[in-house]
């Protein structure tokens, strides 16, 4: 089977979204369908449940993503013993936040762009809270990620720094704040939280602490939506002051005094344990630790 077909599928297998990947893949939605519709004639399988809100992998596809995952990485292994011994080509997948992207990744990539031009990278950005996930569906072979409370048994973790979690607020609706005179009245001011991740996490550890119900406004993906969503004024929120410093909307809002101090996060790059047996991953993971 052709190697890019391989690839096209597996990426499809992790988003799980046909315009995602075709245009991650620079290939249009109908082309890719061709190669999807090619495996499944030369399995005699389906390979996708496919209808017009979801597209899920089935009994086949999930066997034969194992199978793509074997070749791709034997292809990789072949491309590293053919090429000079200090000389690295080949593909390095990464997969982080925006803020991530253009917050942490630039100093370090110059110097792996110096050391390793022959390596082609791979970027894409999302949701961090799905970074781990990336990294266990075998769809990058690093992320920047923050530290899991428990990380798994499979993975490690090299820690390039640290963020404290801030409550903010707008600046330009101040009624949105509930307060009683011992402050903000939590229960009463409406809260944007993140749905899924380790900030969600943080917060409902928090709720259950401090005994109360919260009145939640809306729950979203990805810090950036929660920084936009307060600056509109439709309730404070909770994100890592990397990210709000970062953001585009950063004057638009205000980090509350005497709010509670949530544990930080502890940001740093990630890989499989036995990715760091490719050179590739193996550089970049030297690097991380320069400083």
Known sequence: MDIRNLKLF??????????RTSQACYITPSALTRVIQRLETDLDEKLFVRDNRSVELT?????????????????????????????????????CSVTAAYGILPDMMEKYRKAHPGVRIHLETGDPAKALIKLSSQDADMVIAALPDVVPKDLVFKTIFQTPLVFIAPLQYPEIIIETADGVDWEQTPLIIPDHG???????????????????????????????????????????????????????????????????FIIGLCTRKKNLANPRVKALWSIAGDG
């Open 10 to 19: 597996r990426h499809l297998a992790g988003t799980l979204h046909f315009a």
């Open 59 to 95: 009994p086949a596809g999930i066997a034969f993503k194992k199978y793509a995952d074997d070749v791709l990485q034997r292809w990789d292994r072949l491309h590293d013993e053919l090429s000079s011994d200090n000389i690295l080509q080949g593909e390095l997948s990464l997969y």
């Open 198 to 264: 380790l900030s969600r996490d943080r917060i409902d550890q928090w709720f259950s602490e401090e005994n109360f119900i919260p009145k939640i406004y809306s729950q979203v993906a990805g810090n950036e939506a929660i920084i936009v969503m307060v600056s509109l004024g439709c309730g404070i929120g909770l994100v890592p002051r990397m990210v709000l410093e970062k953001s585009p909307f950063f004057n638009q809002v205000k980090i509350l005094d005497g709010a509670p101090e949530l544990p930080p």
